[in-house]
């Protein structure tokens, strides 16, 4: 199986210049908690609610002034499309990686998060059992 089969398409975006709060509150609305920051189709770095808490909340510094581009992780790691599963698993796992950006061509064309990973095993299990 490869990462294709398996990643979220639809995947939100932000701006480098978007508040932290905003940043939050767009989490807490999808549910989620990573987000790409991009800028001209180009992406620039990924922010997760990690980086709020250690590099935001934990400074006392205030969501509502500072942006994304200021906290976020730059120039993330990524997955191709054509990736095995198991290749894309052993990055996240040996780098401790909840989601991975999946860019083709220099665009991110999806998303691939333990959740997607987690859906696989458990419908494997399923359909393992006699």
Known sequence: MLVRDLMSQEVTALAPSCSIADVAAIMRQLEIGSLPVMEHDQL??????RDIVVRVVAEGLDPHMERADFHMT???MAAAPDWT???????????QFRRLPVMQDGRLVGYLSLRDL???ESESSLNDTP
Request: glycine share 4%; aromatic share 0%.
């Open 44 to 49: 620039l770095g990924i922010i997760t609610d």
């Open 74 to 76: 730059r120039n993330p």
């Open 85 to 95: 599963i198991d290749r894309a698993a052993q990055l996240m796992l040996s780098r």
């Open 118 to 120: 987690a859906r696989r």
